[in-house]
């Protein structure tokens, strides 16, 4: 027989809501015969009883069971580091933005470079960059633009300071500078 979830305290209400006692031994079997769920007691106060009361056929029990079990769910949730998730989801999606932003920005100031500094043969050299097939550093941008096949740390580090106001840039400007330079070689 499946189990159907009644709580006492409905039983108990109809109960004493009557004298009849034939009434209160059939509702005992009744719920004898069903399976014996555990059982807990709610306070509510007397006006949200009255309101309660106003709305016929809402099943409390049912109400209250699945209001506790969403609880339950969400507390269960908590516990197995479900903010630790939601963070790290959190932070992926902006180091992903932070990326694309910082791309945005090397493809300006390549545009800038390209127009304002570079000369056309080192602008052809960075151009190239961007059909390479590995991934292109601030190491080889500093060689393309100083056309030294082999700069040394020192080099790279003052070419990108000067072009990127820090000796360290990120990848993503380092490959949109790249693309924006490749972008005004294309028209020249």
Same mark, same amino acid.
């Given at each position: ?18 004298? =009849? ?8 079997? @009744? ?11 709610? #306070? ?25 079990? @969403? ?9 197995? =580091? ?11 999606? #902006?180091?992903? #933005? ?64 000067? @072009? ?10 380092? =490959? ?13």
């Amino acid at each position: 027989m499946a189990c159907r979830p009644i709580l006492r305290i409905v039983f108990l209400y109809c109960a004493l809501q009557t004298n =009849n006692a034939q009434l209160n031994v059939m509702m005992r079997k @009744t719920y004898e015969r069903r399976c014996i769920l555990a059982r807990i007691n709610l #306070s509510i106060s007397d006006d949200l009883k009255e309101r309660m009361d106003q709305l016929p056929g809402v099943n409390w029990s049912k109400v209250a069971q699945d209001t506790f079990e @969403t609880h339950v769910q969400i507390n269960e949730l908590k516990g197995k =580091n479900m903010t630790t998730e939601a963070g790290l989801a959190r932070l992926r999606a #902006s180091k992903q #933005s932070n990326g694309e932003a910082e791309h945005a920005e090397g493809v300006a100031v390549g545009k800038q470079w390209a127009i304002d500094v570079a000369e056309h043969d080192e602008l052809k050299r960075v151009a190239a960059l961007a059909e390479v097939d590995y991934d292109v550093g601030a190491m080889d941008l500093t060689a393309a633009i100083e056309d030294d096949g082999q700069p040394s740390w020192n080099d790279m580090g003052d070419c990108m300071e000067s @072009t990127f106001g820090t000796r360290d840039p990120s990848t993503e400007i380092v =490959n949109g500078f790249i693309e924006g330079a490749a972008e005004v070689f294309a028209q020249v």
